[in-house]
């Protein structure tokens, strides 16, 4: 086993130190808000890791141009898991999340965009802490190592071994020759958007920290809140149409907006994901919306499309902001909802699921099945935005979809033995694996994972992470043959 | 559109008779049983059907040598819902089952072997119509077309295209050069599993009667019993192993059996498909078994497997006989119950469900997938027993798995409108899709579907037969270019 440990310290030890600088804003905050036990508690997390980090990096500091495809998965799967560690240091040290495990829940659930808290009582949290619990959404929408590399472009390793691993969906355009000025660009469209919802939502009569948490929450379709009550908590229309546009919006392949940037709007709207994912939103939305005013549950047509909407859109984008207890709706509402869950986002947005284009190709592979019973000796490539789809990516996709499906299965059963009902058990999966937050029942939209033992908080980080990492990064290094490659 | 109408009308008429042939031993149990109103019911349904499947041979009486995959296809889909239809009659005569879409559920369910009911008095039933419901698991599980081959072999059709249309599972080997010579031997392993079945039932106590009703929801893998209470009716150890072995010997691929008969025993338990449908069943057995006890629930380790044997067997080969209200069990168990109304029977037995030879090899393609990661260019065939799988074959599958979920999906939807719960809604369709019978919630092992509206029953009953004909076939009658092969 020949692993390049060399770079794996060194990118681990540049993790520490970006990290350390992610909690400044939040320390802060804390500054502000006039939090000494906070700002400690940020300070004895801040300066050991940076410290740690700069000794990684001067005692690996011998430049390596390849770094094989191996030392990409270790690297991205170690680091969110160090990244995750490292977060919740301060919850910890201020016992404003005592248990270990817990807050390290809630730093995985930060990351991967989940969502998903343990916090039964959110508003007695201090606002440092609940700013850097919402920043972390932020930092890890458009991946921390991608992060990472805009912000120290020079450590020597190639950038699109991690990308591999740690984008989200099956592709990733090369818009720049160079990773880490694709990723400038990326984090600054970003950055544009955030910027703008921020200045949006204020306002909206909210204040630049409930703006601020609200906009992580939303570009990087996380879902943290700094009311236990959600967005419900504004009880506002206007902000709960700009937080509608902006999920949607963060839903959207990134790569497509450098398409309109080139003022080829044509193009843009010319794709076949966006185009499934916009009708889907569409179709939801008019259903859900006719459904609920129909059925007497709201009285107000008007009222009736803002609820269906922000669901539609908090659920396909795999954000989990509520302004509504989607559990108490009918069942119709809720099946639809569940399916939105699996559908996810589109690929190279920040939203987890499986993702649009994956269903897209899925309904492809069935069209040519039931063709090929007719035409059995009609076998044909299939087709995604006019160009034809190796055999091996059609082969992956599926494959990447049924592993999805037995890990939820698989998973279901361990959760299980906490004894809850089949819909807690199942929805909690669902909603960690694909990085959505509330589920049905007893992780509803107003409930919390603070029920579930240790062990099952655990089985449940790892799948929030496995599903940011879109499965195959942490699989692969749970296979022998990924350790022992000569077997 | 040059359809062979000629051949379709020809063996829709040969089914009308086969179909009228059937009920003669359901009369005779009538006759005995001194039911004259069933009697008239029968006759009423039996000479007209006759008569007319008479008229339609004679007036297509032309041979064709050839008959397309198309007409196939039409052929089976029709014939599967003709026969429904007939059978249905003498329920509605006798004023039984008074609501038309009530006895075409039922009879659906029966030829489809799902076992589903709508009835709410089952010992209220006559003798003569309760043998009658029973006898189309029969008629159904191996095949009701294969039936009409076996005893008309001269029909003058290609039965490959039928056999292609109409068998469970991806293959069926030709174990004769001619298909009514293979259908014969099918139907002869059959019966004798139906002779020997009966008899070892009767040692148990019970009555002829009891033997071959619950023989033919056994070896039909159906699970229509003539008690409400079903297989916990007999309250007997030995009934409860009895049925388990028989349902776990009718869930196996039944060409094996021909290997057995050609003296290679070791042949038989080479094969990939059977290691694992064993696996599952000694796997959910053992841990159903454990947690009952270990819970409980049960306190005695015999019974306490003597139970989990029976549900897995019962579930896992698509049955639906119960001896204990699985629903009320934990959610543990119920989970791995649930897990196994996806997973199904082997290919070529008289279960339903996506089928263990399908799960093996999505195992295989996730496998395959996870290496690829690592090694981009290594794309290899998958192997079934130690053959390379073809592309289309692979692909084929998925196709049909993929179908599957989104059929579950899109039918729960729907199911959902009658405003029952999720767990109702979806264990539902699952139950019917999958040819099982009982779900869970309102459609548990001691509930029955007469809850759902007229509209929720016939779209279950197109699911049951969509089920049993393994979806291609019905689904590809519903795609416009099938009708217009030139579009």
Redesign the interface.
Same mark, same amino acid.
């Given at each position: 086993m020949d692993l390049n440990w060399n770079v794996i310290f060194r990118v681990t030890g540049a993790l520490f130190i970006v990290i350390g600088i992610s909690m400044l804003p939040a320390m802060i905050v804390s500054v502000i808000y006039n939090e000494p036990n906070i700002i400690e508690a940020f300070i004895k997390t801040i300066i050991p890791s940076i410290f740690f980090g700069s000794l990684l990096m001067l005692f690996n500091r011998q430049k390596e141009d390849r770094t094989k495809?191996?030392d990409g998965?270790i690297i991205v799967a170690l680091c969110w898991v160090i990244a995750s560690c490292i977060a919740s240091v301060p919850f910890i040290i201020s016992g404003e999340i005592a248990n270990p495990i817990n807050a390290f829940f809630e730093t995985c659930s930060g990351f991967s965009t989940t969502g998903a808290s343990i916090l039964t009582d959110i508003e007695a949290m201090s606002k440092g802490l609940l700013f850097w619990r919402s920043f972390t959404h932020w930092l890890g929408g458009m991946g921390i190592l991608i992060f990472a590399i805009a912000l120290l472009p020079s450590l020597g390793i190639s950038g699109q071994a991690i990308a591999k691993a740690e984008a989200p969906g099956p592709t990733l355009d090369k818009l720049k020759p160079k990773l880490s000025d694709t990723a400038k660009m990326l984090y600054l469209l970003y950055l544009f958007f955030t910027v703008t919802e921020t200045i949006l939502l204020m306002f909206g009569g909210l204040s630049l920290f409930d703006s601020l948490i609200h906009t992580f929450g939303t570009v990087g379709t996380g879902g943290f809140s700094s009311y236990s009550d959600s967005i419900a908590h504004f009880d506002s229309a206007y902000v709960d149409i700009i937080i509608s546009i902006f999920m949607i919006l963060s839903g959207i392949n990134f790569n497509l907006y450098f398409i309109i940037i080139r003022q080829k709007l044509k193009g843009f709207f010319k794709d076949a994901e966006l185009r499934l994912y916009l009708s889907i939103i569409g179709i939801s939305t008019l259903f859900i919306g006719v459904y609920l005013y129909a059925a007497g549950i709201i009285n107000d047509i008007g009222t009736s499309f803002r609820y269906s909407l922000f669901q539609t859109a908090t659920i396909i984008t795999t954000t989990g902001y509520a302004t509504a207890n989607f559990d108490l709706w &009918?069942?119709?509402c =809720?099946?639809?909802l569940?399916?939105l869950m +699996?559908v996810g986002a589109c690929s190279c947005s920040t939203g987890g699921g499986i993702k649009v284009i994956r269903l897209s190709i899925?309904?492809k592979?069935?069209k040519? /099945?039931? $063709?090929? =019973?007719?035409h &059995?000796n009609a +076998?044909v490539s299939l087709k995604m935005n006019n160009k034809p789809l190796p055999?091996?990516t059609? $082969?992956?996709i599926?494959?990447?979809? #049924?592993?999805y499906?037995?890990t939820i299965?698989a998973s279901?059963?361990l959760i $299980?033995?906490n /004894?809850? /009902?089949?819909?807690t058990? +199942?929805s909690a999966v669902v909603a960690c694996l694909g990085n959505i937050g509330p589920g049905?029942d007893l992780v509803g939209p107003v409930m919390n994972y603070s029920i579930f033992s240790n062990g099952s908080k655990l089985l449940l980080s790892f799948l929030m992470l496995a599903g940011r990492l879109e499965l195959?990064?942490i #699989?692969?290094l749970l296979?022998p043959?990924?350790w022992n &490659?000569n077997r």
């Open positions: 495809v191996r998965y &009918p069942t119709f =809720k099946m639809l569940l399916i +699996f899925i309904l592979l069935i040519r /099945g039931i $063709s090929l =019973k007719l &059995p +076998f055999v091996d059609v $082969s992956a599926a494959s990447f979809v #049924f592993l499906i037995i299965f279901t059963i $299980s033995l /004894g809850f /009902g089949l819909m058990s +199942f049905f195959f990064t #699989f692969l296979t043959r990924f &490659p």
